[in-house]
């Protein structure tokens, strides 16, 4: 069964188990744009149901076993209601969906949904600052063990390709079509040695052989990298707006 089939037959199944309940089946994330890269790329879902409640909850269990036993992530569930509401403390996810997403079942709540973009400049700030601090306590327990740095890098690259692109959106930049774009144009912007990171998404895309790149040397120019960007972004953006 192909990818495409795995998404159709879950809907189907969603919609026969919730009934009248299910308001929206949305695809987003990176399978619904050109970063998508199956080894590592989860199927992001977003489930619109009329009633949240336990009840409703449980009468989608067997789809959703299902659904993870194709070895997928269960989707997140949401009612209309909630999706207006939680604008304010997901902009960046809401951006982002809003940008790029796939309607699978139902009506499509995004184009009308309104996003505080002074709340998407905060929770910027605070996601590059909290992943650098995290990136660097990762780094300390993964040591000098090649294969949990390589780990490390592949796994928190899509998140920092991700705020890379966020910040260019704050800085009124156009949206990059891609996290490897977004990497090269905030390190013009900034001038700084994107190579790392690049390095690492041409890995992650099975377009360059890690075992002839030094891991050591791509961590601490990796490393450089998103502290100089997190540095400045924090910087222009506090720059940019009175603090409360």
């Not at 951006?95 to 709540?109: A, E, M, S, W, Y």
């Not at 909290?130 to 740095?149: C, F, P, S, V, Y």
């Not at 700084?192 to 390095?199: F, G």
């Amino acid at each position: 069964m192909t990818l495409e089939q795995q998404i159709e037959q879950f809907v189907t199944r969603l919609r026969q188990a919730a009934g009248e309940n299910l308001d929206s089946v949305i695809l987003y994330g990176s399978a619904a744009n050109q970063d998508f890269v199956p080894e590592f790329s989860d199927i992001n879902l977003l489930c619109l149901l009329k009633d949240a409640s336990f009840v409703h909850l449980a009468a989608l269990h067997r789809p959703i076993e299902w659904w993870a036993k194709q070895k997928h992530v269960a989707p997140l569930v949401m009612t209309r209601d909630e999706l207006g509401r939680s604008a304010d403390v997901f902009a960046i996810e809401f951006t982002d969906i809003k940008r790029t997403h796939r309607v699978l079942f139902g009506n499509d709540p995004f184009p009308e949904l309104i996003i505080p973009m002074h709340l998407h400049r905060a929770q910027l700030e605070y996601e590059l600052r909290e992943k650098t601090i995290l990136l660097r306590q990762k780094l300390l327990i993964a040591g000098d063990n090649k294969r949990h740095l390589w780990e490390l890098l592949l796994d928190s690259v899509s998140a920092f390709g991700t705020l890379f692109r966020h910040a260019l959106i704050a800085l009124g930049e156009n949206t990059p079509a891609s996290k490897r774009e977004a990497v090269e144009r905030l390190s013009q912007k900034f001038g700084i040695d994107p190579s790392a990171l690049l390095e690492v998404l041409d890995v992650r895309h099975h377009q360059l052989d890690r075992g002839k790149l030094d891991v050591q040397d791509i961590c601490r120019r990796y490393l450089a990298a998103v502290e100089h960007v997190t540095n400045r972004v924090d910087a222009m953006l506090d720059g940019s707006q009175p603090k409360s």
